[in-house]
């Protein structure tokens, strides 16, 4: 079968009526290519006024890079290195953590005028050579990433390589992440370039293979054939997928080839020897029991 699984995201309520829906990792998939996490954020109208406690208070992360993508609304990002950077729409927001990095997301543009917040947020696991490297952070504007139109279709590749396209951000492995516009009716072929694929409906419905899906679900897919998607109302969609980079241990925001890594971390962030972003010294999310 050219699908090896679907599966629906899983709400959970922040508060104020902000959801987020958990798709990766699932029990009986935990990656797709170098992807660990994947939350859908939203929709959600958030008005002028918003408290502050759903702000996503300052956190570390070690072993992964991770990609902040939205749709509609705005975010900031602080983090430790000390960039300060407004996320919008269509721009692609890189965070490389290696061997650590701590960062906050604020909603201080929806405070101030009211938004409404949608995307999604990704990480990617680092290969082994890279888990301690250096952390870093790149900001990318829409107009500086490959984008196309087509029969019914805008297309823009978010980060990696697919399809003869390249993007400028700086990855560690072998992978693409690609985000689509489908007007109903029209088609994209997911090319077999890679081991490990999968689709996800953020918006509409879709058709891959004659299989139906909805918004909140991710077909992964198997096989090493090309793949039709076919859009049955106007529809947002992400593909994704890349090489594995071998098994991986998860804690909280913390990614590691071992666990002996994540204790390392964990015990870093409860002494306090990770530095806090600019401006964020005085909060932070603690360690989770």
Wanted: glycine letters at 10%; proline letters at 6%; a negative charge.
């Amino acid at each position: 079968m050219p699908i090896e699984l679907i599966i629906d995201k899983r709400t959970h309520d922040l508060g104020g009526g902000f959801e987020v829906g958990r798709v990766l990792p699932f029990q009986k998939r935990r990656m797709v290519g170098p992807f660990i996490f994947f939350d859908q954020m939203g929709p959600v109208y958030l008005d002028a006024g918003i408290p502050k406690s759903l702000d996503v208070r300052p956190h570390p992360h070690i072993g992964l890079s991770t990609v902040t993508y939205l749709y509609d609304g705005a975010m900031t990002h602080r983090d430790s290195l000390g960039f300060h950077q407004e996320i919008k729409p269509g721009e692609v927001n890189w965070m490389v953590a290696g061997s650590g990095i701590t960062h906050s997301e604020r909603f201080e543009y929806a405070r101030t005028n009211g938004a409404n917040m949608f995307g999604i947020q990704a990480w990617v696991a680092l290969p082994n050579e890279f888990e301690e490297t250096n952390p870093a952070f790149y900001h990318h504007e829409g107009d500086d990433l490959p984008h196309w139109s087509d029969d019914g279709i805008k297309g823009r590749l978010i980060a990696g390589a697919i399809d003869g396209m390249s993007a400028k951000v700086k990855t560690h492995s072998p992978l693409f992440y690609v985000h689509l516009e489908m007007k109903n009716g029209g088609r994209h072929t997911i090319s077999n370039q890679y081991s490990e694929r999968a689709v996800f409906v953020a918006r509409g419905a879709v058709e891959v293979l004659g299989q139906a899906l909805i918004a909140g679900q991710m077909a992964v897919l198997s096989g090493n054939e090309a793949i039709d998607i076919k859009a049955t109302t106007d529809a947002t969609i992400m593909i994704l997928g890349g090489e594995p980079v071998g098994k991986r241990f998860m804690f909280w925001n913390f990614v590691a080839s071992t666990n002996e890594r994540l204790e390392q971390a964990k015990e870093d962030w409860k002494q306090g020897r990770m530095k806090l972003p600019k401006g964020d010294e005085n909060e932070f999310i603690p360690l989770p029991e």
